[in-house]
């Protein structure tokens, strides 16, 4: 592990600022004063930043309620991000899992453990997420068991995956699907001739959003495994 990216995990400063505290020798490893951000460390070493100790935090795991309005990236020149709504120690060794758009709300899991996210993403594993749907339109029975069976999308070769669909009174629509295309589920009901106007994740896997968070607020998930 670089040096540069130990202190960053284990202080929870920003990345871009440990250079220049271990070129002014503030760091040592084991004992030695170490001036080279790129060295490579055992993460297991003693390393102390101005004579204190300094160790790895573990794997962190946050759920946030998105609102709409804020992308889900780590930062941007010009957008409010999804980190900049998290006051955590550690928050600049954080990163989202997957996305939402810009103007979808709903559950958000963050952490810095990326073989976790990795394994929660990828389309081999078929975690199931459920959204729920605002259509412009009233869903007919024959576009919901299209979105059953797999609908073809723009630009795609092969049908989506069948998702699950409940069709809610006031043109809303809870559906499930075990991917993660880009814009999947907006260009899923465009496919059947509607269209989305707003739409909310309510669960990923088996975990829901806490129901008392609300929209900007997040909480820890202590010893969590999906």
Partial sequence: MRLDQFVSQASGIPRSETPKLIRAGRVSVNGVALRKASTHIDPTAQVLFDAEPLSLPGSIYLMLH????????????????????????????????????????????????????????????????????????????SAAQQLRDGVQLHGEKHLTQPATVEVLPEQQVRITIHEGKYHQVKRMFAAVGNRVVALHRESIGGLQLDPQLAEGEWRVLDGFVL
Avoid: C, F
């Avoid at 804020?70 to 550690?90: G, K, Q």
């Fill in 66 to 141: 998105k609102p709409a309005g804020v992308i889900s990236a780590t930062e941007d020149p010009s957008h409010r991000t999804v980190l900049d709504l998290i006051d955590h120690p550690h928050r600049h060794t954080l990163h989202v899992v997957g996305r939402l758009d810009k103007d979808t709300t709903g559950l958000l899991l963050i952490t810095n453990d990326g073989e976790w996210s990795h394994r929660l993403m990828s389309p081999k594993h078929h975690i199931p997420k459920t959204y729920l749907a605002s259509l412009a339109e009233p869903l007919t029975q």
